[in-house]
């Protein structure tokens, strides 16, 4: 299996260029239902270890069903098949640029929930315009044990997300195990209480903010993602569910770009424009997103059969 490693603004992407299962044809939502009911074993050794790293999100590159796509692409981490990954999409276009298949200027990627642009501005260097987002509920309380009342907003920006402005423990580097301690029980209560996305789309990502810690930020993020791990990037769905809410409230106006510093106090510049689709709801934006991504890997997996530990480490 051929596999191309980069991290954006500290996050790592493994994107499988070559040695991925046959997932048919057809929509990618249902090649991505596939790939996460038929090929668990495959996508979960690709990003854990000893085979991965903790963070990491998986890219299976996958034939397009729109011809005016340069791929189609399916985002994984330990957990689950995700719908689309804002971090893995500039890591995925740095590698394509990387392996010569696009250049400078913008291309469409086609993904399980839509089509994503991306414009490379240098090798390193990615806007992406991601699918339309929008904030399906505001001021959601939920009473969390150990931790007290939590206050967040249900939006959607590829993936759901819980988005807490106020965080309960302040968002600094030196508090990460205890954000995500805190992480794991407000998404407990969430799942608790029932509470979905639209289509019960299931809420696994849930997002503290907190003051900047630089001049130049507009504030300061945790992302627990779905496998537990914190997001080292600020989460580009995650970046884009929060432009939706600050849209909605009319904290942020169209065009107006901010500072979006992550825990580990890397950035992406973030802005929006309204959609003009009528498929999605009243008040939905069209978030862009700019980072950067290095290649830090290009290799051959290789997987034992006599390897009890080929599918990952499982505790």
């Known amino acids: ?51 991965g790293q903790e963070a990491m999100v998986g890219a299976l590159l996958v ?18 098949v995700i719908g689309m990954c804002g971090h893995g999409t500039i890591g995925l276009a740095a590698t394509l640029a990387h392996i010569g298949k696009i250049g400078i200027g913008t291309h469409k990627i086609e993904t399980p929930v839509g089509i994503v642009e991306v414009t ?24 969390v044990e150990g931790v007290g009342t939590v206050v967040g907003d249900i939006a959607y920006g590829g993936n759901w997300f819980f988005i807490v402005n106020d965080s309960p423990t302040p968002v600094l580097p030196s508090n990460i195990r205890t954000l995500t301690e805190v992480g794991i029980k407000v998404r407990e209560s969430i799942y608790a209480n029932g509470i979905e ?28 993602c779905p496998d537990d791990a914190y997001d080292r990037s600020p989460c580009g769905t995650g970046s884009s569910a929060r432009l939706s809410c600050l849209a909605a409230d009319q904290r942020l106006a169209p065009g107006e770009e901010i500072y979006q510093e992550s825990t ?4 992406y510049t973030l802005s929006y424009q309204f959609s003009t689709s009528a498929k999605v709801p009243e008040g939905a934006i069209v978030p862009s997103i700019t980072g950067q991504a290095f290649i830090t890997k290009e290799a051959k997996i290789m997987t034992n059969p006599a390897d009890p530990l080929r599918h990952g480490v499982l505790l």
């Open 1 to 51: 299996m051929v596999v191309v490693d980069s991290h954006t603004e500290g996050e790592p992407t493994r994107v499988v260029l070559e040695g991925g299962p046959d997932l048919g044809s057809g929509p990618l939502a249902e090649r991505a239902k596939r790939l996460a009911t038929e090929h668990k074993d495959f996508y979960r050794s690709l990003v854990v270890e000893p085979y």
């Open 63 to 80: 034939e397009p069903t729109n011809p005016e796509c340069v791929t189609g692409v399916i985002y994984f981490d330990a957990a689950a």
């Open 120 to 143: 490379l501005t240098d090798s390193n260097t990615v806007t992406v315009q991601n699918i339309d987002s929008y904030r399906l509920k505001k001021g959601v309380t939920l009473n």
């Open 197 to 224: 996305g639209e289509n019960g789309g299931i809420i696994d990502h849930v997002v503290f903010y907190g003051p900047a810690l630089t001049e130049k930020g507009h504030s300061r993020n945790f992302v627990l």
């Open 264 to 267: 580990i106090g890397s950035g």
